[in-house]
């Protein structure tokens, strides 16, 4: 009934569980996966509103003993001058080599809790239950895990796998639509950067999808976290195909980067703007043909993404306040930017010596204005 996604990583292999009723079931299948443990539940305080409880439950009726540890909802709490103190916190619950850190929450609490499972006694295990669309096909997947400081987001952090991964469909009824969305951004990014056929799905399915009907639903889930566990298996450590995964961010990361990466812009609707924008890019090159990237911002916008830069609050933007972000964000020795780029609806290739000419260029035909 529930969909297994296998990842696997040298000497190393976790099941990525899709469902529903699976916090349910959660002591039972922890104990399954990692035999018996104390636990420390880590989550945010909106999302411990709705599936603390339950999860409480499941791990008393499996008789895991646990401790939680309740982080403010948002970004903020991935601030490195936090970190410290949910450390303190953490060791004074009294922890040992055996301590399982459960992860419920968003991508948010999924990195924070990755970060200080990767941190304590330089490693300990831990179980991600994603709650958002997003945690559940992209930020649960891969092991990436991190802070963030001043000089950016992520930039401090650690490859650290889960020993299991827990996707219970039936959370996201509670996500709010936007933040819903968001996710389904990241999910077409799977079938444009390499698989055509899903992408005609998503297009076919995405109002069912959206309306969390479980088999669509949950085959989409199952079939993204199948990509994303590929390309990180060949690809653990961010070498070459993961990079594809970075398609529509390097544009979305500067208009995070100029909303503040809050509520103005979610990472998801910066992610859907900028895979439009990367197609304009891509026709610009000459790579890929204008009616392919016309169905792409379509269908962004039929299920109610935005897909311009005058739909987000701030607008306009400076263009060369945007390249700044940029350059900062994938630079090149010679002043060239890196994009990811679609060759066609499913295939994309990176391309590292991009003038910064032709990216002002999009950007100004975009909406974005030059210095006065
Ligand atoms: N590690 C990775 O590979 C990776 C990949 C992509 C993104 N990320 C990180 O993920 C984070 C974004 O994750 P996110 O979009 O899940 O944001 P989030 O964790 O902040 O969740 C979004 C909001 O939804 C609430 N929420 C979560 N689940 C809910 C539910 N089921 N019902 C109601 N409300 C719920 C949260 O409290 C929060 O307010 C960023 O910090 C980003 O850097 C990491
Ligand atoms: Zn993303």
Redesign the pocket.
């Known amino acids: 009934m529930n969909d297994c996604v296998i990842v696997d990583l040298a000497g190393r292999h976790y099941d990525i569980l899709i469902g529903q009723g699976l916090i349910a079931d959660a002591g039972h299948r922890i104990l399954e996966a990692v035999g018996r443990r104390r636990v420390i539940i880590v989550t945010?305080e909106?999302?411990a509103g709705?599936y603390l409880v339950p999860l409480q439950t499941a791990l008393s009726a499996a008789d895991l003993r646990f401790d939680v540890v309740t982080v403010p909802?948002?970004?903020a709490s991935?601030d490195i001058h936090k970190f410290p103190a949910l450390l303190e916190q953490v060791l004074a619950l009294g922890i040992d080599r055996r301590t399982l850190i459960v992860a419920l929450?968003?991508?948010?609490?999924?990195?924070l809790a990755g970060f200080l499972a990767a941190s304590l006694l330089r490693g300990i295990d831990f179980v991600q239950i994603p709650?958002?669309l997003?945690?559940q096909i992209?930020?649960s997947v891969?092991g990436?895990?991190g802070v963030n400081t001043a000089q950016g987001?992520?930039l401090v952090g650690a490859f650290h796998q889960p020993r299991l991964v827990l996707a219970d469909l039936d959370?996201?009824r509670?996500?709010?639509r936007r933040?819903l969305l968001?996710g389904y951004a990241e999910m077409t990014k799977y079938g444009l950067l390499g698989d055509a056929g899903f992408w005609a799905e998503l297009e076919a399915n995405a109002a069912r999808i959206l309306a969390l009907e479980p088999s669509p639903l949950a085959a989409a889930v199952a079939h993204c976290c199948r990509m994303k566990a590929g390309i990180v298996a060949e690809d653990e450590r961010e070498a070459g195909r993961r990079a594809l995964l970075n398609l529509g961010h390097t544009f979305g990361h500067a208009f995070e980067a100029e909303t503040g990466f809050g509520a103005t812009l979610l990472?998801g609707e910066g992610v859907a703007i900028g895979m439009v924008l990367a197609a304009d890019l891509s026709v610009r090159l000459g790579r890929l043909n204008s009616a392919d990237a016309e169905r792409l911002k379509q269908h962004l916008e039929s299920v109610g993404l935005p897909v311009r830069l005058a739909q987000i609050r701030n607008a306009p933007f400076q263009t060369d306040r945007l390249l700044a972000h940029m350059a900062h964000d994938k630079k090149a020795a010679d002043g060239k930017l890196t994009f990811i780029v679609l060759d066609a609806i499913g295939a994309a290739s990176v391309v590292s010596d991009v003038d910064p000419a032709i990216v002002a260029e999009i950007l100004g035909r975009a909406g974005a204005i030059s210095a006065a």
């Open positions: 945010d909106t999302v709705y909802a948002g970004e991935k929450g968003g991508g948010v609490v999924g990195d709650t958002t997003l945690a992209d930020s891969g990436k895990t987001k992520n959370t996201l509670t996500l709010p933040e968001a990472h």
